[in-house]
């Protein structure tokens, strides 16, 4: 396949700026052979996530009535990436995406909607349903993959740079929801990340929704059900997922009131459980309590010791326990992540 519209931002080197996010991190410089993996950038093929291509003159204006964010940003080329929901009706979470901009034409915007794979046909369907006689077309991306690509663990060195090979990049862009979740790529599936970022290695996917659970990033439908998560108790301002100056849009209404009267009692917050569980141990929803029995929260989902909850930030500071399969309590601890904005982590 013949990639066309290549990001602008692959003239830079992809090795330059993974130095500029690691310095950005302030992450202890320690150097590792260069064979040791640890030192290495980490690829990771994220089969979770699947692509729709929005194509056409109106493709800016039928998302921006959709979305939860200020898709002009992405349209106009000011922003690489956005973070953004989709949200029905009531203002719950249908579906979280990133969007891309392909640079392929002024006159008929091409975006890439990055979604839970899962939820692929129901995005589709979704999209098909408002777009009534607007100039958009809406099609499937079977042949792309999207990559995330993670700094070592343990050295803020990378790579070498990148030059020749970025005309086999279709998006490369720094992660919009934080920079600790690194960089996306959108690569035909016929090209290898590791052609793209010299010295880098495949890493295990489970490792990636460890680094995510660790830092509190949700992704996808387990971690935001569909019709039942709550923007703003998922920290959707926190994610940069959203514009409170932008036009009107489908759930907006929950969403304004729920900010400007300032009132959440609950967040989606990383966990650390006592011991890893293995896959299925803790039930979805299970109950989180605290030592005296009363309800703090709710279990979304887990990797080994990690996880994410729901937690009522009364509770948050507290010895926390979740009620496994058998009603067995497993000891628990919710955290603030560091990224969250400084003068939030008291509230």
């Known amino acids: ?106 006159e008929e915007p091409t975006i890439l909607v990055e979604c839970d794979a899962t939820l692929l046909d129901d995005v589709q369907k979704h999209l098909k349903i408002y777009k009534i006689r607007r100039k958009v077309d809406i099609s499937l991306c079977p042949d792309l993959s999207v990559w995330a690509v993670l700094p070592p663990e343990h050295s803020a060195e990378t790579s070498s740079d990148i030059e ?50 660790k830092i509190g990033i949700a992704e996808g439908v387990k971690d935001l059900p ?16 959203i514009s409170f100056t932008k036009g009107c849009y489908i759930g907006q209404e929950l969403t304004a009131r729920t900010h400007y009267t300032g009132v959440i009692r609950k967040r989606l917050m990383p966990i650390q459980l006592d011991s890893p569980m293995p896959p299925g141990k803790v039930p979805e929803k299970a109950q989180i309590v605290t030592e005296s029995g009363k309800l703090a929260g709710r279990f979304r989902s887990y990797e080994g010791d990690v996880g994410l909850a729901m937690i009522r930030l009364a509770y948050a500071n507290e010895p926390l326990h979740v009620l496994t399969a058998g009603d067995v309590r497993v000891r628990l601890r919710a955290s603030m992540p560091t990224w969250w904005p400084k003068g939030e982590k008291n509230q």
């Open 164 to 213: 020749a090979n970025g005309k086999n990049v279709l998006v490369c862009t720094q992660d919009p929801r934080t920079d600790a979740m690194g960089w996306r790529l959108v690569l035909s599936k016929a090209v290898s990340p590791l052609d793209i970022v010299p010295g880098s290695h495949l890493g295990d996917i489970q490792e990636y929704h460890s680094h995510r659970y």
């Open 1 to 106: 396949m013949l990639l066309r519209g290549v990001h602008a931002g692959c003239g830079r080197t992809l090795g330059a700026l993974l130095r500029a996010q690691a310095a950005a991190w302030q992450m202890p410089r320690q150097r590792r052979a260069g064979g040791e993996a640890g030192g290495r950038q980490r690829c990771y093929r994220l089969g979770h996530r699947q692509l729709v291509r929005l194509r056409g003159r109106d493709t800016g204006a039928f998302l921006q009535g959709l979305v939860t964010n200020d898709v002009e940003e992405v349209v106009s080329g000011s922003r690489e990436a956005l973070y953004c929901h989709l949200l029905n009706l009531q203002g719950r979470t249908m579906f979280d995406a990133i969007l891309y901009r392909l640079l392929e034409s002024q």
């Open 226 to 241: 569909s019709g039942e998560a709550i923007p703003l108790e998922s920290n959707l301002v926190y994610m940069n997922g």
